[in-house]
């Protein structure tokens, strides 16, 4: 039984440093080309992972949050126009360049 959880356990790390590495190779690769914006670094693809599961909810499954709930975060964004989207994004654009 103990090499059963130690198993699932070690599957789960692999998954995480998986995932981890290939959000770091894709980000490094587009992102910084496309946007202008900082290659990451390992652990920082980590916390962007992170991040992702808190804002948006399961990772490679529905969108849902901890217990089956919709993230609030997730509707607003699929609510708002094409436009609404745009503008978020440029006033979220707006406020982390103007504290640089």
């Known amino acids: 039984m103990k ?21 770091m190779v894709l980000w490094n690769l587009l992102v910084p ?3 202008g914006l ?7 693809a980590l916390g962007l992972l992170v991040l992702a ?15 089956g709930h ?7 964004w699929m609510k708002m126009t094409p436009e609404e989207r745009k503008e ?3 006033k979220r654009h707006e406020h982390f360049h103007k504290h640089e």
């Open 33 to 35: 080309d496309i946007f």
């Open 38 to 44: 900082a290659t990451v670094s390992f652990w920082q």
């Open 53 to 67: 599961r808190l804002f948006f909810g399961r990772i490679g499954g529905k969108m849902m949050g901890m217990h």
């Open 3 to 23: 090499a059963h959880i130690m198993k699932h356990v070690f599957l789960a790390l692999a998954a995480l440093v998986g995932f981890s590495a290939i959000v």
């Open 70 to 76: 919709h993230n609030p975060i997730h509707e607003k």
């Open 88 to 90: 978020f994004i440029h």
